[in-house]
């Protein structure tokens, strides 16, 4: 029953804004780390950032550092990946990665189908 929800991909112009959502159930009470992460065409998958559940403490790939913006709605369990300034290097599918250590003592990992973003010059 765990799932995990990416949405709000879309196109934008060259400096606009985005804000993608990661919808999650099933390990709400678990500790677990949420990440997003991205792939581009002909480019290996990269992680953009994370942030934990508990204490909301964010980790981001240097590329991204005060352009995208990474936060928690524990009442929606919703994590947003807010971007701004967008570059067309950008442009990637993103995905939604749930790291979380379950009551039995195991990590796992469950991901999203991702969705896609497109910048445009």
């Known amino acids: 029953q765990v799932q995990v929800v990416e949405s709000g991909g879309d196109l934008v112009q060259h400096g606009g804004s985005l804000t993608l959502s990661c919808v999650t159930s099933?390990?709400?009470?678990?500790?677990?780390?949420i990440g997003w992460f991205r792939q581009a065409p002909g480019k290996e998958r990269e992680g953009v950032g994370c942030?934990?559940?508990?204490?909301?403490?964010?980790n981001y790939v240097d590329s991204v550092k005060g352009r995208l913006t990474i936060s928690r709605d524990n009442a929606r369990n919703t994590v947003y990946l807010q971007m701004n300034s967008l570059k067309p290097e950008d442009a990637a599918v993103y995905s939604c990665?749930?790291?979380?250590?379950?009551?039995?003592?195991?990590?796992?990992?469950?991901w999203g189908q991702g969705t896609q973003v497109t910048v445009s010059s």
């Open positions: 099933g390990f709400t009470l678990d500790y677990h780390t």
């Open positions: 942030i934990s559940s508990s204490d909301n403490r964010t």
């Open positions: 990665n749930a790291h979380v250590f379950s009551s039995v003592g195991r990590w796992y990992d469950y």
